[in-house]
């Protein structure tokens, strides 16, 4: 079994890059994870960007993953909560568990259409990229959790 943290485009801001390479260092003593991107799109029309960057988004998935869309509108979980979904979705999947973030208009209606479960962290709108670093903290808490190990307070 292994995590995937699928996001349009990287992050860019140097602040930013340090947390999530923080966390993602913290987590992978865990469970295996990688991290995976697609280029944002470049297109002057939204609609036309979300539309380029699901293509490539979908275009990294097999048919045996469990993809989980970050959307505001998605699942709210407390921590415990998380870490306990968290646990039941890993044991569950005979793929991979692939939680994809989309780029700064969201994520298209083939994606939605594709995804198996859609998760929120917060019901208020995020930058992607604080949604990324947000993403691998809660992970890494869950799993803390899970094994009982002591950072959740």
Same mark, same amino acid.
């Given at each position: 079994?292994?995590?995937?943290?699928?996001?349009?485009?990287?992050?860019?801001?140097?602040?930013?890059?340090?947390?999530?390479?923080?966390?993602?260092?913290?987590?992978?003593?865990?469970?295996?994870?990688?991290? %995976?991107? /697609?280029?944002?799109?470049?297109?002057?029309? $939204?609609?036309?960007? =979300?539309?380029?960057? +699901?293509? #490539?988004?979908?275009?990294?998935?097999?048919?045996?993953?469990?993809?989980?869309?970050?959307?505001?509108?998605?699942?709210?979980?407390?921590?415990?909560?998380?870490? %306990?979904? /968290?646990?039941?979705?890993?044991?569950?999947? $005979?793929?991979?568990? =692939?939680?994809?973030? +989309?780029? #700064?208009?969201?994520?298209?209606?083939?994606?939605?259409?594709?995804?198996?479960?859609?998760?929120?962290?917060?019901?208020?709108?995020?930058?992607?990229?604080?949604?990324?670093?947000?993403?691998?903290?809660?992970?890494?808490?869950?799993?803390?959790?899970?094994?009982?190990?002591?950072?959740?307070?």
């Amino acid at each position: 079994m292994k995590i995937i943290i699928l996001s349009v485009g990287k992050p860019k801001d140097v602040h930013v890059v340090s947390l999530a390479e923080h966390y993602f260092k913290r987590l992978r003593s865990f469970v295996p994870v990688v991290l %995976e991107s /697609v280029p944002e799109a470049k297109d002057p029309l $939204p609609s036309k960007k =979300v539309e380029r960057e +699901g293509v #490539a988004l979908l275009k990294n998935l097999r048919e045996r993953d469990f993809m989980v869309t970050l959307e505001e509108r998605g699942k709210c979980f407390d921590s415990r909560e998380f870490a %306990e979904w /968290v646990q039941a979705s890993v044991e569950r999947t $005979p793929g991979r568990v =692939v939680l994809a973030i +989309g780029g #700064a208009f969201g994520l298209s209606e083939d994606v939605r259409r594709r995804r198996d479960f859609s998760l929120s962290l917060s019901p208020m709108t995020m930058p992607h990229e604080l949604c990324l670093v947000f993403l691998m903290e809660q992970l890494y808490r869950a799993f803390t959790l899970i094994r009982g190990v002591e950072y959740h307070h």
